[in-house]
């Protein structure tokens, strides 16, 4: 369990990678008390820095004896890397905050939003799953919903940028919008297809089900989160070629009536939750108002009128910030309360 401090030791494991960045840039942004901060990559970023309140910070090689007098570890280097290291900074009494998909369903880790289940922090074992940046941004604004009126069922389709890929995504969008453009021949890198001025219906691997893991990984994370295995899910998830903010088409069905009137003013009430609902006036959330923001945005709230209790609405957030850094520095935040 962490002890009380004024400041504490920070690590950031994955630092140089698109998500550590931004990870390293919050931890500054929201003053958290770090008496140092230790950044980790891979060999080939050993020695680069990265800067943190103005000084640089250099950049060490991830190994199993690094964790030793660490705090809290901030882990965003893949699912691998998780695995192989994340039980070695836990026995040494760091507590990980992981990014990746390493142990999002393992029975005896937290997998939690802030906002959502904080309770599940009392019973970590030294490591703390950080969710899917789509089923993040969907369980903040469905779980006061499902405390008013229960949801049966969710039906998702997200439209999801490359940032969620990383920096060669983005950069591959770049190049190929810029080739597209100039009348170029382009060749796909990071995706199968081309990215650029198309949609892509293929995030992660397909399973034997026909659907892709990170569809998968949205309806058994989304149960788990809200603590009801219940709740009926089923996910589309689409690549787009946007730069930053995952956007999500979310239908729910619900065992007690509400109107959308109803909707907005329970979403209203809720911390890190923006309504910016008014249609007529072309106000609807979009990822170019909301990237760099770190509230979610819900809009386009309307009932459904093929099913007795249902809602339709669109949620847009950050996935780099809320998805992604910004939830896990809000779980340390919530830690050392």
């Known amino acids: 369990m962490l002890k009380k401090k004024e400041k504490y030791i920070v690590a950031v494991v994955g630092a140089t990678g698109a998500v550590g960045n931004e990870m390293v840039s919050i931890l500054e942004e929201r003053n958290f ?5 230790r950044l980790f990559a891979s060999e080939r970023s050993k020695g680069s820095t990265i800067n943190f309140h103005g000084k640089p910070v250099s950049v060490e090689v991830l190994k199993d004896d690094v964790f030793e007098g660490i705090d809290i570890a901030l882990f965003s280097a893949g699912g691998q890397r998780s695995l192989d290291f994340a039980p070695a900074a836990a ?3 760091s507590v990980v905050i992981d990014n990746s998909s390493a142990w999002r369903m393992d029975p005896s880790v937290p997998l939690v939003v802030p906002e959502v289940n904080s309770h599940d922090l009392m019973w970590h074992k030294g490591i703390i ?4 940046c789509s089923t993040i941004q969907m369980v903040l604004p469905l779980k006061p919903i499902h405390d008013a009126a229960k949801i049966k069922r969710i039906v998702v389709t997200t439209f999801q940028s490359v940032s969620g890929t990383g920096m060669k995504a983005m950069n591959e969008l770049h190049e190929q919008c810029t080739a597209f453009l100039n009348f170029r021949e382009i060749t796909p890198k990071v995706y199968p297809h081309q990215i650029a001025f198309n949609c892509l219906p293929h995030i992660d691997s397909f399973l034997d089900n026909g659907y892709t893991k990170e569809e998968m990984k949205m309806v058994n994370e989304t149960r788990k ?5 219940s709740i ?3 996910a589309t998830t689409v690549r787009v070629p946007v730069f930053k903010c995952h956007s999500e088409s979310v239908n729910i069905e619900t065992e007690k009536k509400l109107t959308a009137n109803e909707v907005r003013a329970i979403l209203s009430s809720k911390a890190g939750i923006v309504v ?6 072309n106000i609807y959330p979009l990822p170019i108002y909301v990237a760099g923001k770190d509230e979610t945005y819900v809009g386009r709230i309307r009932e459904d009128e093929s099913v ?3 809602i339709n609405m669109w949620i847009v957030a950050d996935n780099l910030r809320k998805g992604a850094a910004l939830n896990a520095v809000q779980i340390a935040e919530k830690l050392i309360e």
């Open 33 to 37: 008390p770090v008496g140092q901060l």
């Open 91 to 93: 026995k040494a009494g």
């Open 129 to 132: 799953a950080n969710p899917n």
């Open 225 to 229: 989160i809200m603590g009801d295995q």
């Open 232 to 234: 009926k899910v089923t």
């Open 276 to 281: 910016y609902d008014a249609p007529q006036k």
């Open 308 to 310: 007795e209790n249902g």
